[in-house]
């Protein structure tokens, strides 16, 4: 099972970027799917997740500016990063709890993560 992540890139203060990540596999389940993000030197800290009900949480720093949704149909969930600050710089991951089959078609619990995305933001 994979996670792929799209969608980082360089944007000026206030400007607006939109991450997706698209898991892909044998896939049975994902349940709660997240985005992380991590400056160098510094703790890998949570931004935002989402339930596979849709319940969501976010980080009291981007809460009225993120927004993460969910396509079940898809395997992706996506974070909406509006007026976004030179401090929301960092490498962004993808997370997902997803129940797969293996190569001997036993089901298996997994957390994943996808590879970061670099989000820049320049003031």
């Known amino acids: 099972v994979q996670l792929q992540a799209f969608g980082g890139g360089l944007v000026q203060a206030g400007g607006s970027l939109r991450l997706s990540c698209a898991a892909s596999g044998n896939i049975i389940r994902i349940d709660d799917m997240g985005w992380y993000r991590q400056v160098p030197g510094k703790e890998r800290e949570l931004v935002a997740d989402i339930t596979s009900g849709g319940s969501t949480k976010y980080a009291d720093s981007v809460k009225g500016r993120f927004t993460i949704f969910r396509d079940n149909a898809k395997n992706t969930v996506y974070l909406q990063m509006n007026s976004l600050k030179p401090e929301d710089t960092a490498f962004y991951y993808c997370?997902?709890?997803?129940?797969?089959?293996?190569?001997?078609?036993?089901?298996?619990?997994?957390?994943?993560w996808g590879q970061g995305t670099l989000v820049t933001v320049s003031s």
């Open positions: 997370n997902a709890q997803i129940l797969y089959y293996s190569a001997y078609d036993a089901p298996v619990a997994s957390r994943s």
